[in-house]
């Protein structure tokens, strides 16, 4: 009876082991797939942490390219206040600067005789000229005159602001 019982046990066991083998052919392809899994994880982060490393490099890149681009736009502005500033100077020094100008000495032609005339423009007449108000010249030509109902006189050559800055600039060989 205990050889029947042995038997039986026997069998059982042999259907545990077919059992347990396929059990541990079925673990073995989890473990195969759980393994697959994982490679196949650690690729993905491989390739994560590949393309973080790219994208840590263009941040760097355009963090660069920013600062650049703020260093150039700070010259710029830099520039530009500096430049203001000298258009200010310049603006502000303007009316000295043409007094200056229009002083010294001119050569001028009589607009009646042709004549040469020499004149020496001072300040008083500058400041006169600058305001507008014409500073008159006689033209050194005795036979040059002009006729009044009240008689002749010398002839008067007008000099105005814009002929003579225009004919000292000609003189500086600015214009
Ligand atoms: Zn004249």
């Known amino acids: 009876m205990g050889g029947a019982g042995t038997g039986e046990s026997g069998n059982g066991s042999k259907v545990e082991r077919s059992r347990s083998k396929e059990t541990d052919s079925v673990l073995a392809i989890v473990e195969e797939m759980r393994r697959l899994y994982r ?27 920013e600062d650049e681009v703020a260093g150039l736009r700070a010259q710029l502005t830099k520039t530009e206040e500096k430049a203001r500033r000298t258009a200010d100077e310049l603006t502000a020094q303007f009316p000295l600067r043409v007094l200056e100008l229009l002083q010294g000495a001119y050569t001028l032609k009589c607009t009646k005789c042709g004549a040469e005339v020499k004149t020496n423009v001072t300040e008083e007449q500058a400041r006169q000229l600058l305001i507008g108000q014409p500073v008159q010249l006689l033209c050194p030509n005795p ?21 003579m800055l225009k004919l000292k600039l000609a003189l500086l060989g600015l214009l």
């Not at 790219?54 to 660069?64: E, K, P, S, T, V």
């Not at 009240?150 to 000099?159: A, K, Q, V």
């Open 39 to 65: 490679e196949r994880v650690k690729m993905r982060e491989e390739e994560i942490s590949q393309l973080k490393a790219i994208l840590d490099l263009r941040d760097a890149a355009i963090r660069q390219r």
């Open 143 to 163: 036979e040059c005159m002009d006729e009044f109902p009240w008689g002749r006189e010398r002839h008067s050559i007008p000099l105005t602001f814009g002929p």
